[in-house]
T-cell receptor, first 111, second 114 residues
Framework: SQQGEEDPQALSIQEGENATMNCSYKTSINNLQWYRQNSGRGLVHLILIRSNEREKHSGRLRVTLDTSKKSSSLLITASRAADTASYFCATDMGSGSRLTFGEGTQLTVNP | EAGVVQSPRYKIIEKKQPVAFWCNPISGHNTLYWYRQNLGQGPELLIRYENEEAVDDSQLPKDRFSAERLKGVDSTLKIQPAELGDSAVYLC????????????FGPGTRLLVL
């Protein structure tokens, strides 16, 4: 069963715009990760945020985590056509627990 | 550093036939995962190995699915017999240890059961 739900399911923007994707989850977590999947490829890890962190940055990526609302957001700034992919959040409940993925947001960046 | 290698990349079989997938994880990664990803959904864990031991196989349909990881390196996932509903992408991933670690995914095997 899927732990997380991404919102929106699909997002289409123009190159240069910012893209924001949201993830909500149901149970308490230890960590939350975001992965990207290009069509027909495996997933690539983007960023990990721990439950005691509220915000994290990596290049053009900004992730926030609100454990009181059980939600996270991924912001991609100054988007590029190469950012076109599906983005998944994944949560775990601590060492030894499985990683549970949401259903993903399909991002299309138009040149 | 070579990534996770999976083969075959694509497989088309008729229902009731057997099928096997192979995965070679990143060198030095002790933990290996098999996931199934249905169209339009996120991956779902089938089984997790720590070295050669299966430590989480609660989501593996054991009546028809089996997996092994001999010598704690390569792994194979087998389905016998395959059903129409098994059509999906089967992803293998590895990590250095189990925990809040980055998992590295292979490209997957796309299975179509006719």
């Amino acid at each position: 069963s899927q732990q997380g739900e991404e919102d929106p399911q699909a997002l289409s923007i123009q190159e240069g715009e910012n893209a924001t994707m949201n993830c909500s989850y149901k149970t308490s977590i230890n960590n939350l990760q975001w992965y990207r999947q290009n069509s027909g490829r495996g997933l690539v890890h983007l960023i990990l945020i721990r439950s005691n962190e509220r915000e994290k940055h990596s290049g053009r990526l900004r992730v926030t985590l609100d454990t009181s609302k059980k939600s996270s957001s991924l912001l991609i700034t100054a988007s590029r056509a190469a950012d076109t992919a599906s983005y998944f959040c994944a949560t775990d409940m601590g060492s030894g627990s499985r990683l549970t993925f949401g259903e993903g947001t399909q991002l299309t960046v138009n040149p | 550093e070579a990534g996770v290698v999976q083969s075959p990349r694509y497989k088309i079989i008729e229902k009731k036939q057997p099928v096997a997938f192979w995965c070679n994880p990143i060198s030095g990664h002790n933990t290996l995962y098999w996931y199934r990803q249905n169209l339009g959904q996120g991956p779902e864990l089938l089984i997790r190995y720590e070295n050669e031991e299966a430590v989480d196989d609660s989501q593996l349909p054991k009546d028809r699915f089996s997996a092994e990881r001999l010598k704690g390196v390569d792994s194979t996932l087998k389905i016998q017999p395959a059903e129409l509903g098994d059509s999906a992408v089967y992803l293998c991933a590895s990590s250095r240890i189990t925990g809040p670690e980055t998992q590295y995914f292979g490209p997957g095997t796309r299975l179509l059961v006719l």
